[in-house]
């Protein structure tokens, strides 16, 4: 079984400019969450969807990130305008549900570096 | 606030070596507590899962333990091999009706030959 497929794996940009991130999670899980984790620290929750519905987006910075999950299957998370604090690497995770024992299970990453 | 402290931050240790990694957590109301690994390049993946009513879970070299009274978790892990090297992450998650995970920052074990 395929397990979460993020995409791109590494990112460049310049500052000012417009990112996106894509996810695909596990079949049939029905909890996605993305997170932010900068160099040497823990991952950081952005946003928790259950199904299409985002229950969880309060970390978000709405100002200039945006996620999306409309099939709820797979997800989009966006910047727009990047700026340098932003990179760091961005992880998606899935589980069955949301809460409990479900174990979060987690993509490779995507690593943005805004010059 | 709900908070996760990790110690060592980092730790070198040599091959076949025993070590601990410590988690003390502030989480409250407590669901569970999980520790991950995470290899450089790569998402965390699931070593141990504990809920309240459990203070001890292995998963082959790697042992957790939990004091749910003192809030304190450790994971030990058992003649070190090189590929452990990775970084350990603590997760505490709350109940109560709301999911909210809390990580630590990691530790960073490096085994040497």
């Known amino acids: 079984e395929a397990g979460v497929v993020q995409s791109p794996r590494y990112k460049i940009i310049e500052k000012k400019q417009p990112v996106a991130f894509w996810c695909n999670p596990i079949?049939?899980?029905?909890?996605l969450y993305w997170y932010l984790q900068n160099l040497g620290q823990g991952p950081e929750l952005l946003i928790r969807?259950?199904?299409?519905?985002?229950?969880?987006d309060s970390q978000l910075p709405k100002d200039r990130f945006s996620a999306e999950r409309l099939k709820g299957v797979d997800s989009t998370l966006k910047i727009q305008p990047a700026e340098l604090g932003d990179s760091a690497v961005y992880l998606c995770?899935?589980?069955?549900?949301?809460?409990?024992?479900?174990?979060?299970?987690f993509g490779p990453g995507t690593r943005l570096t805004v010059t | 606030k709900n908070q996760v402290e990790q110690s060592p931050q980092s730790l070198i240790i040599l091959e076949g070596k025993n070590c601990t990694l410590q988690?003390?957590?502030?989480?409250?109301?407590?669901?569970?507590l999980r520790w991950y690994k995470q290899d450089t390049g790569r998402g965390p993946v699931s070593l141990t899962i504990?809920?309240?009513?459990?203070n001890t879970k292995s998963n082959g070299r790697y042992t957790a333990t939990l004091d749910a009274d003192t809030k304190q978790s450790s994971l030990h892990i058992t003649a070190s091999q090189l590929s452990d090297s990775a970084s350990y992450i603590c997760?505490?998650?709350?109940?109560?009706?709301?999911?909210?995970?809390?990580f630590g920052r990691g530790t960073s074990l490096i085994v040497h030959p």
């Open positions: 997760v505490v998650s709350a109940g109560g009706g709301s999911y909210i995970p809390t």
């Open positions: 988690c003390n957590y502030t989480v409250s109301p407590f669901s569970n």
């Open positions: 995770a899935s589980s069955q549900g949301g809460g409990g024992p479900y174990e979060q299970y």
């Open positions: 504990m809920t309240f009513s459990e």
């Open positions: 079949s049939g899980h029905n909890t």
């Open positions: 969807y259950e199904n299409e519905e985002a229950v969880d």
